[in-house]
């Protein structure tokens, strides 16, 4: 038996259509509606692959506007009512989120995910003189710490970005996934072998919050993607001189295969942001600006003696042999701050005459 249409529950138009119903008459409006993408056969180019984001965006024109109207969740080509509400975004903008990289480190990153539970040899981690313990779980409670702030940071900026970039927030939704994963392994390195979590700096979580609260998005990313990722980057690139066994190799090798994607997608996001700004020139002196005023905690960063001993104690092969392991910590000085600079210089931003990072380490 069907139920009388109360007036309460339902407005005008829903008791019109139910009335309908029930004589057997549908609406169908979704049959007739004019379909833009009607008829589109998206294929994989490479059928081994799978069917990927660049197919079906070549297949219909599915690019980005620079300034999309519209300020809702409805897919990008899809048909909107007119009344669709506002989401109150205000990131509108491509330039202002943007990379030219992004679809393609979208589908690399959910191809590779990993699990730190699975995917590691724990059963490979064997017991460690207590200074080389003592060192990797140094550096493990440092990574777990910092790790984190990639997810927080994108996270917090995510809602305010509109829908129409749905690749790039489908992108920072992986980077959380990924920091999620790399605060997981370190803290399991840490509490895996009896050394257990140590000792935490002011001056790393002063740095953190500065990501963390950047009053901009391209600002944070700055700071976060390019300098602070670009040296976790490195540091993990030496993991194999790091690692004292296949647990800790693994480790730190799929840990930078993450790594290498964030640090990626935040040097051609800037890029995509200087080149596309409406002015470029004061966006790149503002730019520069805050990188005079960044670059100033790498000093501290690569003289504080909680990062560079520990350091030198894994490259150096124990206490023992820490002026060794001093050497490598030199190398790694210049090579992160060439690193760097390659990236400001790919972002479009030359740094190199005017960084405050000096070129050799002063011990
Ligand atoms: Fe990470
Ligand atoms: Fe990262």
Redesign the pocket.
């Known amino acids: 038996m069907v139920s009388p249409v109360t007036d309460t529950i339902y407005n005008s138009d829903q008791k019109e259509y139910i009335e309908g119903l029930n004589r057997g008459t549908f609406d169908l409006q979704w049959l007739k509606d004019e379909r833009p993408t009607f008829g589109v056969h998206a294929k994989p180019r490479n059928p081994k692959r799978g069917l990927t984001l660049q197919d079906i965006n070549a297949a219909f024109a599915g690019e980005p506007e620079d300034a999309p109207t519209t300020r809702v969740m409805a897919p990008r080509g899809a048909v909107y009512d007119d009344d669709l509400p506002d989401m109150g975004y205000t990131y509108n903008e491509k330039y202002l989120v943007w990379s030219d990289n992004v679809v393609a480190l979208y589908e690399e990153a959910t191809a590779r995910q990993w699990s730190a539970t699975r995917d590691i040899p724990w059963d490979k981690l064997k017991k460690l003189p207590e200074d080389i313990e003592r060192a990797e779980c140094q550096i493990a409670t440092l990574l777990s710490e910092i790790?984190m702030i990639?997810a927080d940071f994108p996270a917090k900026w995510l809602w305010q970005m509109n829908q129409h970039f749905h690749e790039v927030k489908m992108f920072l939704c992986t980077?959380a996934m990924?920091?999620a994963r790399?605060l997981e392994v370190f803290r399991k390195r840490a509490l895996a072998n009896g050394g257990g979590l140590m000792h935490c700096l002011t001056g790393t979580e002063q740095f953190l919050k500065t990501i963390l609260h950047a009053p901009t998005y391209v600002q944070g990313s700055f700071l976060m993607?390019i300098l602070g990722?670009g040296i976790?980057l490195d540091i993990f690139r030496g993991g194999e001189f790091l690692a004292q066994n296949e647990t800790e190799k693994e480790i730190y090798r799929l840990c930078m295969q993450?790594?290498a994607r964030?640090?990626s997608y935040g040097t051609m996001h800037l890029k995509y942001y200087l080149e596309n700004h409406p002015d470029r020139e004061k966006a790149l002196a503002e730019m520069h600006t805050l990188a005079d005023v960044a670059e100033l905690g790498i000093p501290g960063f690569l003289t504080n003696p909680f990062i560079i001993e520990p350091l030198a104690v894994l490259m150096g092969g124990g206490v023992k042999h820490i002026d060794q392991g001093m050497d490598a910590v030199r190398l790694i000085w210049g090579r992160m701050r060439e690193e760097y600079l390659s990236r400001c210089e790919l972002a479009g931003m030359d740094r190199r005459a005017r960084t405050r990072i000096p070129a050799e380490a002063p011990y």
């Open positions: 790790e990639a980077q990924d920091e790399h993607h990722e976790v993450d790594e964030h640090v």
